[in-house]
């Protein structure tokens, strides 16, 4: 697929923008805080719903605006599709697809699709299993849409029978209630498991040939899903109904519940070696973008085409032949790539570049006025 504008209203730092990335590399250039990853962020609120970089949506907009709005176009296989998203400082945003209104977010997936690479993902490595299971999700949520509602009535479930943990300490009659959530959360967390389980193994076969190719044929990266409870080839909703009743004591004493999906992590290793716990800098950062990169083929895959890729300031960090490597990936892939330094790109085929300053657009040698 092919994202062909990209227009802004009080978005951010912008007041009003256009951008039409071309078809190959569209380079963002400009100093610190003028706006680049902004245009990536509408992108990421476009495919996913919500923004990588705070949950919060009254953020996006613009400061002293009442309303924020992204509009993107993009070209698929089968057809035109605009996504719009209207933003305001009441809460609730209104999402459009093709000038209808979207009842569930849920509905957004697969209309403009990309993956974003940017410095935090070295979270994903670096920090504890929340990153790791948010990058999931994130991920998952994108090509599948049940996965997406899993997940919510997974939370839904989860705060309900946490409430109910600590409801019980002070009427201890409310304990035969806790049954049905048990129930509940067994069902979608099994779903979420079993799709998580089958993600991760086609990540981990992705991620190794990318990293092989990035690394120079050096490093040979693995990804495991580690799921909180073991089913041991029984029935994974069974299991965790099971678990859940066996941690009920501890549970209603802790007034939190301690197993479950929302305790699962992923286990990366290269050539046998916890990145986490032992991996240099390098290896870490070319570790999160041979995932993110894995993430890109599968989604190629699922959808028939490829989404777009984003690059937030990721060339500079990378060693000359790392980054000739990934550079040499995007062929027949639209590609936005940021930068302050545009010579970080001189070995790039570039289509297009701008340079971003204060919120505005400017073609490539404008000064912004
Ligand atoms: N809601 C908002 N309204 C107005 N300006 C904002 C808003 N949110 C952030 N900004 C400002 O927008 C600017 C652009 O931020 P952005 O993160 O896009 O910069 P950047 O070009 O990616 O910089 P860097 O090279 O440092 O990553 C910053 O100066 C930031 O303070
Ligand atoms: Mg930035």
């Not at 209808?100 to 504890?128: C, N, W, Y």
């Not at 309900?160 to 035969?176: E, S």
């Not at 990145?275 to 570790?287: D, H, K, L, N, P």
Request: glycine share 8%.
């Amino acid at each position: 697929m092919r994202i062909t504008s990209i227009q802004l209203n009080d978005f951010r730092n912008y007041a009003r923008a256009e951008l039409r990335p071309c078809e190959g590399v569209t380079v963002l250039y400009g100093n610190n805080a003028q706006g680049k990853t902004a245009l990536l962020e509408s992108v990421v609120l476009a495919c996913t719903g919500r923004s990588h970089r705070t949950p919060r949506d009254r953020e996006l907009i613009r400061w002293d605006q009442e309303n924020g709005r992204v509009f993107i176009c993009a070209e698929r296989r089968d057809g035109s599709h605009e996504v719009e998203m209207l933003l305001n400082r009441q809460g609730r945003k209104i999402v459009k697809v093709n000038g209808r209104a979207l009842q569930r977010t849920g509905e957004l997936m697969g209309h403009v699709s990309g993956v974003l690479f940017a410095p935090e993902d070295l979270r994903m490595i670096k920090d504890g299993p929340a990153e790791r299971r948010r990058f999931i999700d994130m991920e998952l949520s994108q090509i599948r849409p049940a996965y997406y509602y899993a997940l919510q009535r997974y939370a839904h479930a989860l705060m309900q029978r946490n409430k109910l943990l600590r409801d019980i300490v002070l009427n201890p009659a409310l304990t035969a209630t806790l049954e049905d959530w048990d129930a509940q959360l067994a069902r979608h967390g099994a779903a979420i498991m079993a799709m998580r389980a089958d993600f991760v193994k086609q990540i981990s076969g992705a991620a190794h040939e990318n990293h092989l190719e990035i690394s120079g044929g050096l490093e040979d990266l693995r990804a495991r899903y580690v799921p909180s409870i073991e089913t041991d080839g029984n029935d994974p909703e069974q299991a965790l109904f099971a678990a859940l009743r066996a941690s009920r004591e501890n549970d209603m004493r802790r007034g939190a519940t301690g197993v479950g999906p929302h305790r699962d992590d992923l286990m990366l290793t290269l050539s046998g070696m916890d990145v986490r716990a032992y991996g240099s800098q390098g290896q870490q950062r070319t570790t999160a973008l041979s995932l993110k990169l894995a993430e890109l083929d599968i989604m190629r895959r699922e959808l028939g085409e490829a989404p777009v890729l984003m690059l937030d300031d990721v060339m500079s960090e990378l060693d000359p032949a790392r980054r000739r490597q990934l550079l040499g990936r995007l062929k027949g892939i639209q590609t936005i790539v940021t930068c302050t330094d545009l010579s970080d790109l001189a070995e790039a085929e570039i289509g297009a570049a701008w340079r971003i300053s204060g919120g505005i657009i400017c073609p490539e040698g404008g000064d912004g006025a």
